[in-house]
C-alpha cells in the first residue's frame, strides 16, 4: 500500500484535540467509521448504554458530527458500523469537559462524517468448531447516502451464533469424598437478525434532527444433555433445555433549534421488548423408573419510554449553561409458571408467590449544569440536579414507594502539557433497579430459585475518579484511570426467610480499582507496522455480608480484565498478521445456601492473518481459543445454610475446542 506506515496532523501547541486524517488509518484497510475509531491510540470506547437511569446527560465517549445519538440499545457505535469509512472526514479527540455537552469528561471522540454519494459496506463471516454444525449465518450490511440536506443510513445484520462445551463435573459430598461422576455437553446457539435505521436532517437555519430506529429477533435455544453416574445409586440421563423468542424495537429522536440566546434540544425514546421464555428439566432414571422434572415458563413485556429537554446558551465566551428536564415510564408485566413432573407422566401446577406481577416506575429529574473555562489550560463542569421516582407493584405483596435524591457531578480538566490531559471527577449517582428482581423465578438447571422483593430500593454512590491522558506522539498512546465509589443501598442478595433468599438491599460498600489503555507503535525504533494494543481493568469491592457477617467482594463484581493484540502490518504488502489474548475473572457468587464461581483458563488466545486487497475486498482468517481455554466451574451446596456444614461440592471443566473463522468484507 502507498500510504505512510504512519500519519497523523498535529494538534496546536496548548490545544486539548488530536486529529486523526484518513490517511492515519490506511494501514488498516477500513470500510466503517466504526474500523477507524478501534484503531486510535489509546482511545476505547465506551458504550451508550451504560445501565444508566433514562436517557440523562450524556454518557460514552462518542459524538458523531459534534452531536450524541439519542439511543441507547441503539447507540453511537451501531451507527459508526453503518458509515463508510470513505465518508470520514476526521476523527477528533476532544477533552470532554470542553465540550458544551453536559456530563462527557475525560477523551471524547468526535467523528466528522459526511455521505456525499450512496455507498454501503458489507462484511460476511463462516465459523466452524468441533462437534458442532458450521455456521454459515454470520454478516451484515450497511448503505449510507444523502439527498437534500438529509443523510440516511440503513442496516442489516446476523449476528447467529453456535457454542457448546462438553465435560466431565465431579461431586463430592461434605468429606471430599466422590459421590457423583457427570459427563455433560452443552450446545447454546441464537438467531439474531436485526434492521436499523438513521436519519440525520440539518436545515440552513441551524435547526438539526435526528431519527434512529431498530428491530431485533432474538431466537435462542439452548440444549444441555448430562449421563449421570452416581458411586452408589442409578444412572440416569438428565435433559435441560431452554428456549427464549424475544423480539425487541427502539425509536429515538431528537431535534434542536435557536430559541433566545441559546438552543433547546428535544428528545425522545420508547424501546420495548416481548420475551418469552420456556426452561425444561427432564431426568430418567435407566432402571426404567418414571422421569423426574420441572417446567418453568415466564412471558415478560417491558416498557421504557422517556421524554427530555435540554436548554443551552453561551452568556460569554468560555462559559456555557445548560438546564434540562426529563421524565420517563417503565413497566414490566411477569406472568409465570411452575410445574412438576408426577409418577403417572402428567404435570402438577406449583404455587410460585410473586412470579406474575407488574411493576411501574415513574421518574422525573431536573439538571442545572454550568461550563467555565478557569485558565488557559484549566476547564470546569458542574452539574447539580433532583430525581423523584415512583415505584409501584401489583399482588399482594405490591407497595407503591417514592423517593427523592441529589445528584450531580463536578469535574475539571487540566491541559497539562501538549502531551498530558488529566481530568478529575466527583458525582453522585443514582443506579438503576432491574424489574426482574421484583418478580419471583426459578432457574431449573441449577435447581434453585430466586424470590422477588417488592422493597428493593436502587443504589446511590459517591463515585470518583483521576484520568491521565499521555499522547505519545509516533510511538501511540495510553490512558490510564483511577477510580473509587463509595455506595449505599448495594444490591446483593440477602435471605429473604429462614429457607430462602432474593436480591435485596444490604448496607454500604465500596468499590476502587485502575484502568489502562495504551496503544504502542514500534516504526521508530525499525519495527515498521508493528504495534501492540493493550486493555486492562483491575478493581477490588467490600461489602458485609448479611449472613455471616463478614467481608467479602460484591457478588459476581468483575475482579480483572485483560485484553491484548499484538499486530504487525507488514510493509510494502497487503498483509497482516496479529495474536491476541484475552481473560476476565469475576467474583465468588453468594446465595442463601451456596457458592459459586466461574472462571474460563488460562484464558483466550487467538490468531489472526489478513489480507487486505482481494480483487477489492478484504479477507480474514482468525483461529480462536489458541491456548485450549476450559470453562471451569466450581459450585458449594451447603445443607441449611452458608453457616451450616458442606452437602456437595460440583466441579466441572468443560472443553470449547479450536474456532475457525473465515470473513470477507468490502464497500460499495
Do not use: C
Not at 445409586?233 to 434542536?256: C, H, K, M, P
Not at 408485566?333 to 407488574?358: P, Y
Not at 471527577?425 to 428482581?437: S, T
Request: aromatic share 10%; no cysteine.
Amino acid at each position: 500500500m502507498s500510504a505512510p506506515i504512519y500519519a497523523q496532523s498535529q494538534p496546536a501547541p496548548g490545544s486539548q484535540t488530536q486529529v486523526f486524517l484518513p490517511d492515519f488509518f490506511d494501514r488498516f484497510a477500513p470500510q466503517t467509521a466504526l474500523d477507524m475509531l478501534v484503531q486510535v491510540p489509546g482511545f476505547e470506547i465506551e458504550g451508550d448504554d451504560d445501565g444508566s437511569r433514562g436517557f440523562g446527560q450524556a454518557t460514552g465517549n462518542v459524538l458523531i458530527n459534534g452531536q450524541r445519538i439519542s439511543g441507547k440499545s441503539n447507540g453511537a457505535e451501531d451507527a459508526l458500523g453503518r458509515i463508510p469509512a470513505q465518508n470520514v472526514e476526521r476523527i477528533e479527540i476532544v477533552d470532554g469537559a470542553s465540550l458544551d455537552i453536559p456530563g462527557l469528561s475525560g477523551q471524547v471522540a468526535n467523528v466528522i462524517a459526511a455521505a456525499d454519494s450512496f455507498g454501503g459496506t458489507w462484511n460476511y463471516q463462516n465459523r466452524f468448531r468441533r462437534r458442532l454444525e458450521p455456521n454459515f449465518g454470520i454478516g451484515e450490511i450497511s448503505i449510507a447516502g444523502k439527498r437534500g440536506t438529509v443523510d440516511w443510513t440503513l442496516g442489516f445484520e446476523l449476528d447467529n451464533f453456535r457454542n457448546g462445551g462438553r465435560g466431565i463435573e465431579n461431586v463430592f459430598d461434605g468429606n471430599g469424598t466422590l459421590i457423583e461422576i457427570r459427563d455433560e455437553e452443552v450446545q447454546p446457539s441464537g438467531n439474531v437478525p436485526e434492521v436499523s435505521a438513521s436519519l440525520n436532517w440539518k436545515r440552513t437555519n441551524g435547526d438539526i434532527g435526528n431519527l434512529n430506529a431498530s428491530f431485533q429477533i432474538f431466537d435462542f435455544r439452548d440444549r444441555e444433555l448430562g449421563f449421570r453416574s452416581p458411586i452408589n445409586g442409578v444412572d440416569s440421563i438428565r435433559l435441560f433445555q431452554f428456549t427464549e423468542d424475544e423480539w425487541n424495537t427502539e425509536v429515538s429522536a431528537d431535534y434542536e433549534f435557536g430559541l433566545g440566546p441559546g438552543r433547546l434540544k428535544l428528545i425522545t425514546l420508547v424501546r420495548a421488548e416481548h420475551s418469552p421464555t420456556v426452561a425444561d428439566l427432564e431426568e430418567t432414571p435407566v432402571d426404567g423408573t418414571p422421569s423426574f422434572g420441572s417446567i418453568f415458563e415466564q412471558t415478560a413485556d417491558e416498557l421504557e419510554t422517556i421524554g427530555r429537554g435540554e436548554y443551552s446558551w453561551s452568556p460569554k465566551d468560555g462559559r456555557d449553561w445548560q438546564v434540562s428536564l426529563e421524565g420517563a415510564f417503565n413497566s414490566l408485566d411477569a406472568v409465570s409458571s411452575l410445574m412438576e413432573r408426577n409418577d403417572q407422566g402428567g404435570l402438577d401446577i406449583v404455587d410460585l408467590d410473586g412470579a406474575t406481577t407488574r411493576v411501574e416506575e415513574i421518574r422525573a429529574e431536573t439538571n442545572i449544569t454550568y461550563g467555565r473555562k478557569l485558565a488557559k489550560r484549566l476547564t470546569s463542569q458542574v452539574s447539580v440536579g433532583v430525581e423523584y421516582s415512583e415505584i409501584a407493584q401489583s399482588g399482594p405483596s405490591g407497595l407503591t414507594r417514592s423517593f427523592t435524591r441529589p445528584k450531580g457531578f463536578i469535574s475539571l480538566s487540566w491541559n497539562a502539557s501538549d502531551s498530558l490531559d488529566i481530568t478529575a471527577r466527583a458525582e453522585r449517582e443514582v443506579g438503576q433497579l432491574n424489574f426482574f428482581d421484583f418478580v419471583s423465578s426459578v432457574n431449573l438447571n441449577n435447581d434453585n430459585d430466586s424470590f422477588g422483593n417488592p422493597d428493593l430500593v436502587p443504589e446511590q454512590s459517591w463515585t470518583g475518579e483521576v484520568e491521565f491522558e499521555q499522547t505519545l506522539g509516533a510511538y501511540g498512546a495510553a490512558t490510564l484511570r483511577i477510580f473509587g465509589e463509595r455506595i449505599e443501598d448495594v444490591i446483593d442478595r440477602i435471605p429473604l426467610s429462614p429457607t430462602s433468599d432474593g436480591v435485596g438491599n444490604i448496607g454500604t460498600g465500596n468499590r476502587f480499582g485502575a484502568e489502562l489503555n495504551a496503544t504502542i507503535r514500534f516504526d521508530k525504533i525499525g519495527l515498521k507496522g508493528v504495534q501492540l494494543e493493550f486493555e486492562g481493568q483491575a478493581r477490588r469491592s467490600n461489602v458485609t455480608d448479611p449472613l455471616t457477617g463478614q467481608t467479602r467482594r460484591i457478588n459476581r463484581d468483575l475482579v480483572s480484565f485483560v485484553f491484548a493484540e499484538l499486530r504487525w502490518d507488514i510493509p510494502s504488502t497487503d498483509l497482516a498478521v496479529s495474536f491476541g489474548y484475552d481473560q476476565f475473572r469475576r467474583a465468588r457468587t453468594f446465595r442463601f445456601d451456596e457458592t459459586a464461581l466461574f472462571v474460563a483458563t488460562p484464558g483466550f488466545g487467538f490468531a489472526t492473518f489478513e489480507h487486505k486487497d482481494i480483487f477489492g475486498l478484504r479477507g480474514s482468517i482468525e483461529i480462536g481459543n489458541l491456548f485450549n481455554s476450559l470453562d471451569t466451574f466450581e459450585r458449594t451446596i451447603f445443607e441449611t445454610n452458608r453457616l451450616g456444614p458442606i452437602d456437595f461440592i460440583e466441579d466441572r471443566e468443560r472443553d470449547f475446542g479450536p474456532i475457525l473463522t473465515i470473513g470477507l468484507s468490502g464497500t460499495f
